[in-house]
């Protein structure tokens, strides 16, 4: 049972351009979501989260939104830069544990 | 600040052997960790975690174990690894004490299992 689900495997946008990752989620008890990004062969870094009593959070070119009554998130990279390209995963908080999606692999092309 | 360590970063094991695989945090006391791995293609799973020392609770049945002997070492084991047990396995910590759960990974381990 997939609790938390990216349906796009992969996005591909040019540089200068706005990107938007999407997340979808089943249990409402998560409380906590999360942004993290991957480079091949590195472990994941934290890039931006957002509680679930926020419907927007922004960090520099980084803003996520959460609609909780569609159980859905998504992430603005907003210009996005060709250092951007990596796999994303989002999750979700729920009893000490993180739940994450399959992760989507954007490219940003110059 | 904290730093957390796994090695070795490579590994290239036949099927049956043992593994073990360590991680280490530094810098904080009495974190959460977590295995995690990420087969070719997937996305992270969660093999297990332990919120302290001699406590582990196991996500999935799996050929693996854990064990944490210290506050701040996890160790991932097999006793005969699986052409299955390949991936990129993950070690992470999220502070004990806090409410929201940011977890900050390791740089990880490629085991392949021929």
């Known amino acids: 049972d997939q609790q938390v689900k990216q349906n796009s495997p992969s996005l591909s946008v040019q540089e200068g351009r706005i990107s938007i990752l999407n997340c979808d989620y089943t249990?409402?008890?998560?409380?906590?979501f999360l942004w993290y990004k991957k480079y091949p062969a590195e472990g994941p870094t934290f890039l931006i989260s957002?509680?679930?009593?926020?419907d927007k959070n922004e960090d520099g070119r980084f803003t996520v939104f959460l609609n909780k009554s569609a159980k859905h998130l998504s992430l603005h990279i907003v210009p996005s830069q060709p250092g951007d390209s990596a796999v994303y995963f989002c999750?979700?908080?729920?009893?000490?544990?993180?739940?994450f999606g399959q992760g989507t692999r954007l490219t940003i092309n110059p | 600040s904290q730093t957390i360590h796994q090695w070795p970063a490579t590994l290239v094991q036949p099927v049956g052997s043992p593994l073990s695989l360590e991680c280490t945090v530094e810098?904080?006391?009495?974190?959460?960790l977590y295995w995690y791995r990420q087969a070719a293609g997937r996305g992270l799973q969660l093999l297990f975690y332990?919120?302290?020392?001699?406590?582990i609770s196991s996500e999935v049945p799996q050929n693996l174990s854990a064990s944490r002997p210290q506050d701040r070492q996890f160790i991932l084991s097999s006793k005969k690894l699986l052409l299955s047990d390949s991936g990129f396995y993950l070690c992470?910590?999220?502070?004990?004490?806090?409410?929201?759960?940011?977890?900050?990974f390791g740089p990880g381990t490629r085991l392949t299992v021929l």
């Open positions: 992470a910590w999220s502070a004990g004490t806090s409410l929201y759960n940011e977890q900050f």
């Open positions: 249990n409402s008890m998560f409380d906590y």
């Open positions: 957002i509680s679930s009593i926020k």
């Open positions: 999750a979700a908080q729920g009893a000490q544990k993180l739940v």
């Open positions: 810098g904080t006391s009495n974190p959460n």
């Open positions: 332990s919120v302290g020392i001699g406590q």
